[in-house]
Nanobody
Framework: DVQLQASGGGLVQAGGSLRLSCTAS????????IGWFRQAPGKEREGVSC????????YYADSVQGRFTISRDRAGNRMYLKMNSLKPEDTAVYYC????????????????WGQGTLVTVSS
């Protein structure tokens, strides 16, 4: 059974940090592109950061560039999103996903999704 389990969300003050984790079961994330998406209230889901499986290239949305870092733990079959210097506008439900292709360009390429974890940044 293919599953992604996201965790690590919570309430943090502006300027603070959080690390989101996503653990895969039923498959190995090594062979897939991985990504983090978010959906704020009243807004469409957007790709925040993605990491390709082929060449290790990364994508960051302009709004998080320099503040967020995506990584993959092959041994633990996990992926992470380290978020620093958080801003109130980062408040959203964050989802992890895996797939083949440019996930952050078009989430059509995602084949598995985590359940979402809520990040709330207070001002």
């Amino acid at each position: 059974d293919v599953q992604l389990q996201a965790s690590g969300g919570g309430l943090v003050q502006a300027g603070g940090s959080l690390r989101l984790s996503c653990t895969a079961s039923g498959f190995t994330i090594d062979n897939y592109a991985i990504g983090w998406f978010r959906q704020a209230p009243g807004k469409e889901r957007e790709g925040v950061s993605c990491l390709a499986s082929s060449d290790g290239s990364t994508y960051y949305a302009d709004s998080v560039q320099g503040r967020f870092t995506i990584s993959r733990d092959r041994a633990g079959n996990r992926m992470y999103l380290k978020m620093n210097s958080l801003k109130p506008e980062d408040t959203a439900v964050y989802y992890c996903a895996t797939g083949q292709g440019p996930l952050c360009t078009d989430d059509y390429y995602a084949s598995a999704w985590g359940q979402g974890t809520l990040v709330t940044v207070s001002s």
